[in-house]
C-alpha cells in the first residue's frame, strides 16, 4: 500500500525525530546505514520534505537533518500524503476512476471503512511519539 519511497522516508523520519530530540543533526550516511537506504535516494527524499517544511537541514561539515519541536507535531498520515499523495486515504481499493460515494465500485463501502482506519491510525501518531521510543526497536536496528 506504501511506495518504497514513503517507506523509507517514514524510517527515516523516525530514526531522525528519535536522534534529534536534543537537537542533534544526523547525517545523511547515518541514517541511510541505519535505515538500510540507498544514500541518494533517501537524500532526495529528506531533502523534498525539508522544503515542505518537515524537518530542517544544515549544510557543511557538522551538517545534516533535524526535526524541530514544532516539526514534530506531524503525523505519520502528513508524511504519507507528502510523499505518496492521499490516494491511500481518500481513494478507491481498486484504483478506478468513477468509484465515488454515489457511483461506487464492487468494494466501495468494505474499503472504505478499512482506509478510514488507517487515516485514524496514521494521523494520531506524531513523530514526537518517537522521541521517547527506542528507535532500535521501533525499526528493528541492528544493533553494534
Known amino acids: ?16 525525530a528519535q536522534q534529534s530530540k536534543d537537537g542533534t543533526m544526523v547525517n545523511i550516511k547515518e541514517i541511510s546505514e541505519k535505515i538500510n537506504s540507498p544514500e541518494l535516494f533517501i537524500a532526495k527524499i529528506l531533502q523534498g520534505l525539508s522544503r515542505q517544511g518537515f524537518l530542517q537541514s544544515a549544510k557543511g561539515r557538522y551538517g545534516g537533518f533535524y526535526i524541530s519541536d514544532k516539526a514534530a507535531e506531524f503525523s505519520l498520515a502528513d508524511i504519507v500524503e507528502a510523499i505518496d499523495g492521499d490516494k491511500m486515504f481518500h481513494g478507491c481499493g481498486l484504483g478506478l476512476a468513477f468509484c465515488s460515494e454515489s457511483n461506487p465500485c464492487p468494494i466501495h463501502n468494505e474499503y472504505k471503512e478499512a482506509r478510514d482506519q488507517l487515516y485514524k491510525i496514521y494521523g494520531k501518531v506524531t513523530l514526537s511519539r518517537f522521541r521517547n521510543e527506542d528507535v532500535d526497536e521501533v525499526l528493528q536496528l541492528k544493533r553494534g
Open 1 to 16: 500500500m506504501l511506495s518504497k519511497t514513503c517507506e523509507y522516508a517514514l524510517r527515516a523520519m523516525i530514526y531522525i
